[in-house]
């Protein structure tokens, strides 16, 4: 039985099972008439209930949040990605009822407080996901963008004059210049009796040296001096490949080379809580609060900061835009991404949306919208240094992110040019100083053709 209680102590008691339903019916219908679609899946709204959603006014991208309308009569339009990402969201949920963009020219930990004391019914924006947000009785949905500490760093102009020996080391060179003068040697002294074209080390030099670029046009007479000849111009192919190739990546890394920086002339987010993670996290207490996008550019023109603090989608969108003039420089600190926050009782709306952000990842609409609300260039995807952010403090990026090619990596071809010649060079002795065979002088026909006489051997 079901107990009501009357204007008196005592209790009525309903033996009536029809009033007793009634009853519950009522009860029902009143607590469903409380309930807003904002706590179900989105596919009936209540249309007595209007979203009131909160948007930062003070975003320093615009290209993630900004206002369209300028006239303050007209209804508040917001555009950028994180209003297509909400939006694509609600339309995975088939959510179309009445809601309303509202700007919020605070601090993003006042927006979310103002989600917290029901000011608004949510906030969408730029809003990365912290511990102490989270704490503030909201709820948030998954995040939709990573969100990591990123340096971003102008670039060198140019690169340095000696850049065009950097791609072999000093003992690779000397390695080099070893192989071609004994094989320069070897040839000469196989040659220099039965060919004039190398009567002298200058034109053996000239040859092997000219063998690295150019098609040789003098005649190899002695079969030992070809097969020193063969073996050096597959060494001089792989040499002359491997240098191109390093030289083609130290030209376009150099370009990417961060300039020298200092942690007493770093820039930052004045509206988000970078500045002081920069301060107390990273202990840099010189840190410029800096407003929004134009003014970074004006700051690094100027010279007055030489690097800015920024979380990775800011540092990307930031650098898409001007990717020929600065770099990025990872670091390894990390946060929880960019997320929308929700009243703690719509936290059914909240985990449904974070399961459409989830789907929209999936099947790659959320890459889609980041291509079509960022500038994606003809510059390098990955304009990334390897070094950590302390390393390069006080001193200027080298080549040294492209290795130079060391001997140790060539040291197999080069024993075997070398081991080559001496054999060659021995055997070439062997038969023609220590063992010599009866040699009759030979007829050069019109062609300048050798023609052996009767009693003629090669000479090898």
């Not at 009822?97 to 979310?112: M, S």
């Not at 340096?151 to 390695?175: C, D, H, Q, Y």
């Not at 200092?262 to 990273?282: A, I, K, Q, W």
Request: charged fraction near 20%; proline fraction near 4%; glycine fraction near 4%.
């Amino acid at each position: 039985m079901a107990l009501l209680h009357s204007s008196a102590t005592k209790p009525i008691i309903l033996s009536n099972p029809v009033e007793l339903l009634i009853s519950f019916l009522i009860l029902i219908i009143i607590i469903l008439s409380q309930v807003s679609v904002v706590e179900g899946d989105c596919k009936q709204y209540n249309i007595n209930d209007t979203f009131v959603i909160g948007v930062p006014g003070k975003a320093s991208f615009k290209s993630f949040v900004k206002r369209d309308s300028s006239n303050a009569n007209e209804k508040s339009r917001f555009s950028g990605f994180c209003i297509d990402v909400f939006e694509a969201a609600l339309k995975e949920l088939d959510c179309y009822g009445p809601f309303t963009y509202e700007e919020f020219n605070g601090t993003y930990d006042d927006l979310v407080k103002s989600v917290s004391n029901k000011t608004y019914s949510a906030a969408v924006g730029d809003i990365t996901i912290l511990p102490e947000r989270w704490a503030l009785d909201v709820a948030f949905t998954a995040p939709f963008t990573d969100s990591g500490l990123t340096l971003v760093v102008p670039v060198n102009p140019s690169p340095k004059a000696r850049i065009f020996v950097e791609p072999f080391t000093w003992k690779m060179w000397l390695g080099t210049a070893f192989v071609l003068v004994y094989t320069m040697f070897t040839v000469w002294f196989i040659e220099r009796r039965s060919n004039d074209e190398f009567s002298g080390l200058g034109n053996a030099l000239w040859f092997t040296f000219s063998s690295l670029f150019l098609a040789h046009r003098e005649r190899i007479k002695s079969n030992y001096a070809r097969i020193v000849v063969v073996v050096w111009l597959f060494l001089a192919l792989v040499l002359t490949q491997s240098y191109t190739a390093n030289l083609t990546s130290m030209l376009t890394v150099s370009r990417l080379r961060p300039k020298q920086w200092s942690p007493e002339t770093v820039g930052c987010n004045e509206n988000t809580f970078m500045l002081d993670y920069v301060r107390h996290d990273l202990n840099i207490t010189n840190v410029i609060p800096i407003k929004d996008e134009v003014e970074y550019l004006t700051r690094f023109k100027n010279g007055s900061i030489s690097a800015a603090f920024l979380q990775n989608p800011y540092a990307k969108a930031f650098v898409n835009k001007n990717c020929r003039n600065f770099t990025l420089i990872p670091t390894r600190h990390s946060f929880g991404g960019f997320g929308f926050v929700f009243q703690k009782n719509h936290s059914q709306l909240a985990s449904n949306v974070s399961k459409a952000i989830l789907e929209l990842s999936q099947r790659g609409e959320l890459k889609r919208l980041e291509k079509s609300s960022f500038t994606l260039n003809e510059c390098s995807q990955s304009q990334t240094t390897t070094k950590d952010v302390y390393s390069l403090e006080h001193s200027e990026t080298t080549t040294d992110d492209v290795d130079s090619l060391d001997l140790r990596s060539f040291e197999g071809i080069f024993l075997f040019s070398v081991a080559t010649s001496s054999v060659c060079f021995l055997l070439f002795l062997l038969k023609n100083y220590m063992y010599p065979s009866p040699q009759s002088v030979a007829k050069v026909n019109e062609n300048d053709e050798i023609v052996p006489t009767k009693g003629t051997r090669w000479q090898t």
